[in-house]
Structure formats: C-alpha cells, structure tokens
C-alpha cells in the first residue's frame, strides 16, 4: 500500500498570500496517477487535480499541481477566502487507492 | 448536472447489519465505476470499496473485506453497500464517489454524494 504523507499540517495564510501544499509518497505513484481534492466544513470534497497537474472543471487556474514519482505539490497562487479549506491527494496508480491526511489551510 | 444521494445510514449495535444506497442521476451510470469512501469524525478519507461499471469487479479494503459488499443495479441507476458484523471503528460518514470511468481500480473520484452517517454503538 502507498502511504501518501501531506505537509505541513496546517497553513495559516492570509487572503492574497501563496500556498504551497507538500503530499509526499512511500512509492513512485504510477503515471503521476494523483489527485487533490478540496473539503470544506460539512460539505463532501471536491476535485481539484487530477494527473498531478491537470485542472478539473471549474476549478480557477490560482490552482496549479506539478511532482513527479513521490513527490507533488499543490500550489493556490493567491489565496480567495473561498480557498480556505482542508486539502488531501489521493494516488490511484496503485490499488488500494489510498489518501494522505489533508492539509488545513486557515486564514491567519 | 451529476447527482449522487446516498441514504440508508444511521446508528446499529456492534455486530449488526446496515446497507447503504446511492442513486445516481444525470449520467449513464452503467459507464462508471464507483466506490464508497468513507470519513470517521475529525479524520480524513478512506476508501472502503468499488465496483466496475458492468458490476463485474469488486475491490475492497483490507479493513472491511468479508465483512462489506458492494453492488449495483444499473437498471435503477443505484449502488449498494452491505455492511454486516459492524463495529465501532466503522463510524463514519459514508460517501458515494463517482470515478471518472468505467474501470476500477486506477481512477479518481470527479463526483461525489454528500455522505450518508453511520454510528456503530451499543
């Protein structure tokens, strides 16, 4: 099983500020098979990337994804207060489909 | 638009049996895989099990295998998850997730229901 480790834990940004989140691997993920999804308080999550770096539909291009084999990164280049959220990749090259533990991102 | 209602959750005794539902809407359902992935309270996501578009194929995790069986009927547009011998690590909102095609296994979820709460306690 690929254990996908996410860091920091918490980022505590303020609106217009650059966020820059870390989802770290066991194992190479396939054919950067690795997806983000965004979850905000009572509501279900929602695809953000998928590919590494590829943006789903309707999702501002402020996000942006990049990473290779172990390591990605998913970048909010100036934080909207609609960003404010909880954040976990999830690789789908490997069964089982596994997710790392989230990134909070807070307004500071 | 994509819709995706999971029902049937609520609180069961360790032990106990509970089966889950989601209906599906606004796609041809028989063309996706799905699966359940599931959030106990204040943790993150765990997928729990998926199932080809034609039912085929089933995969589970590790923590509920033999215990949890996932269906569907596609010609009522509605998946299933049977839960038997519960218990309290099973607590969680259990959400129905559209994969973005028809295989299982190698894909990401590009839809999602809004969760259905099971609570396993005495």
């Known amino acids: 099983e690929i254990v996908l480790t996410q860091s920091p834990g918490t980022l505590s940004l303020s609106p217009g500020e650059r966020a820059t989140l870390s989802c770290r691997a066991s194992q190479t993920v396939r054919i950067n098979y690795l997806a983000w999804y965004q979850q905000k308080p009572g509501q279900a999550p929602r695809l953000v990337l998928y590919g590494a770096s590829n943006r789903a539909t309707g999702i501002p291009d402020r996000f942006s994804g990049s990473g290779s084999g172990t390591d990605f990164s998913l970048t909010i280049s100036r934080l909207e207060t609609e960003d404010f959220a909880v954040y976990y990749c999830?690789?789908?090259?490997?069964?089982?489909?596994?997710f790392g533990g989230g990134t909070k991102v807070e307004i500071k | 638009e994509v819709q995706l209602v999971e029902s049937g959750g609520g609180l069961v005794q360790p032990g106990g049996p509970l089966r889950l539902s989601c209906a599906a809407s606004g796609i041809i359902f028989k063309n996706y895989a799905m699966s359940w992935v599931r959030q106990a309270p204040g943790k993150g996501l765990e997928w729990v099990a998926d199932i080809s578009g034609n039912g085929d194929y089933t995969y589970y995790a590790d923590s509920v295998e033999g215990r949890f069986t996932i269906s569907r009927d596609n010609s009522i547009n509605t998946m299933y998850l049977q839960m038997s011998s519960l218990r309290a690590e099973d607590t969680a909102l259990y959400y129905c997730a559209k994969h973005k095609g028809s295989g299982v296994g190698n894909d990401y979820f590009d839809n999602w229901g809004q969760g259905a709460p099971v609570t396993v306690s005495s």
């Open positions: 999830q690789q789908y090259g490997s069964a089982p489909l596994t």
